[in-house]
């Protein structure tokens, strides 16, 4: 098939083959990530949760699930600390399976200021901030996490990419200022997953990009804009969220809305390597650019 016109798992029918093996969730320990983390638990996977934020919560939550939990605190921006992840996670199991690159800076909910500088005001230091933590981050654990899935000739990187440079805006459409950092940093992983994918392809190492944005199935409320609605509203609701945000609920996504795509993603063939996917009635798909 081509892509868009829709891939499926074993003609659509599960196979739960996460079982047991070891997943490291960045930026696991709230959030999106957090719910990506039950998911995966919930499936009987063994999950690392690299965050710079406390992870008690989200480990008792996976422990209450049956499975294994390692923390580790990590800053995805810093290399040593990387290499240090990959090689603590390495040292408890003894093999790592699946790495989800979620860590990162958003626009959505951000708490204090109802949206990001124009690039016209934005500081350089600023950009970097942004540019380092979603790109420069999703490099640093691909690189370090690679040697170890080439030892086992197999496994799945899953980014957190979005966005397309082709994307057509309706007319009447709010204007989305002062996500601009935000997008050219999600665009660029999807850049990235790409090459990155040819590289390790003799590996046998299915590299793919995919947003958490918009639920498995069904129309998504359209996003909102204006005075006090942080990032142009959208984004998704989670147990982290604002309580404002978690009031919102509805024009607002809730976490839910994601289901179990990563872990859906995480038994994906080689056929979908390289490309932007997407979940739709539990079946994965390769997105249309």
């Avoid at 420069?136 to 690679?146: D, P, S, W, Y």
């Amino acid at each position: 098939m081509v892509p868009g016109t829709g891939h499926d798992l074993s003609d659509g029918v599960r196979q739960v083959a996460v079982r047991d093996k070891v997943v490291v969730i960045t930026g696991g320990a709230q959030g999106v990530g957090r719910y990506v983390a039950r998911t995966f638990a919930a499936e009987g996977a063994r999950v690392a949760i690299a965050d710079i934020a406390p992870a008690e919560t989200v480990v008792a939550e996976i422990e209450q699930l049956g499975a294994e939990a390692l923390p580790i605190k990590t800053d995805v921006t810093d290399e040593r600390q990387v290499r240090s992840l990959m090689d603590q996670v390495y040292r408890r199991w003894g093999r790592i399976d699946v790495l989800v690159n979620n860590a990162g800076l958003v626009t959505h909910f951000h708490v204090g200021a109802p949206r990001w500088p124009r690039i016209r005001d934005m500081d350089l230091g600023f950009f970097k901030r942004i540019m380092d933590t979603n790109l420069a981050g999703t490099f640093l654990c691909t690189k370090h996490v690679i040697p170890y899935m080439e030892s086992l000739n197999d496994g799945h990187i899953i980014n957190f990419g979005q966005g397309n440079v082709s994307e057509q805006r309706r007319a009447d459409a709010s204007p989305n200022i002062g996500t601009c950092v935000y997008g050219v940093s999600k665009i660029s992983i999807r850049a990235f997953t790409r090459f990155v994918a040819e590289e390790e392809k003799e590996f046998n190492i299915c590299v793919m990009s995919m947003g958490p944005g918009g639920a498995t199935t069904g129309a998504q409320p359209e996003r909102r804009a204006g005075p006090g609605i942080p990032g142009g509203g959208g984004g998704i609701v989670t147990e982290d969220s604002p309580e404002w945000a978690r009031r919102d609920t509805g024009s607002a996504v809730m976490v839910d809305a994601i289901g179990d795509r990563y872990v859906i993603a995480a038994e994906a063939p080689m056929e979908f390597s390289g490309h932007q996917v997407v979940v739709r009635d539990g079946r994965l798909q390769i997105a249309s650019d």
